[in-house]
């Protein structure tokens, strides 16, 4: 299992603590310091589309009324911390932040 977020961000942190708990291997990648491919960042565009950026932090606010207007693919690239997170890949599946219904069927999931 993978979760793809900041090393900075506490719902990265709850999410990682969380499943490890559970016995869950975890490994956790810091999008900033390990950027994602294009192709990363294409799957997850197509399984979470607009979602995939949050438009609620000082981070995406300043951007640039340009950036704004362009695709998810180039405003993550401008600014990685707009990604919404965390990104959890278990398997197959991606899961997008760390809400009540993420956590519970990551709860119900096979341990891989």
Known sequence: MVIYGLSTCSECRKAQKALEAEGRDVSFRDIRAEPLSEAELAEFITEFG??????????????????????????????????????????????LGWDAAVQAALSDAPTR
Do not use: C, F, H
Not at 69 to 95: C, F, H, N, T, W
């Open 50 to 95: 607009d979602r995939l950026v949050d438009r609620s932090t000082n981070d995406y606010r300043a951007l640039s009324a340009w950036q704004k207007a362009s695709e998810v693919d180039a405003q993550i690239a401008a600014q990685p911390k707009v990604m919404a997170r965390p990104v959890v890949r278990d398997g197959d599946r991606l899961y």
